[in-house]
């Protein structure tokens, strides 16, 4: 995260596309059943973060419309099991 705060610091990308990456990032690999739960629940627990950041930021209608989807996504997140690892 530090590497996206950097950029934004540097005009390399917006708050909002870094915001809006991180959490999809998060909620990408909060799904992916190839990690461990743990892990995957970590990212669940930190995307309030990026989602805190993208409702401060925004500024027209088509965020709002992208920040419902993302919120939706959220919400109706359905996670899988993680693989068990083979002995």
Do not use: K, Y
Request: with cysteine; hydrophobic share 40%.
């Amino acid at each position: 995260m530090s590497l996206g705060v950097s950029l934004v610091e540097h005009g390399q990308i917006s708050p909002w596309h870094m915001s809006l990456a991180s959490l999809n990032l998060f909620l990408d690999t909060a799904c992916d059943p190839a990690l461990p739960w743990h892990w995957r629940n970590l990212c669940l627990d930190h995307a309030w973060r990026p989602l805190h950041v993208l409702q401060q930021l925004v500024s027209d209608r088509m965020q709002q419309r992208t920040l419902d989807t993302v919120r939706n996504r959220l919400a109706t997140l359905r996670l899988q099991p993680s693989l068990s690892p083979r002995n």
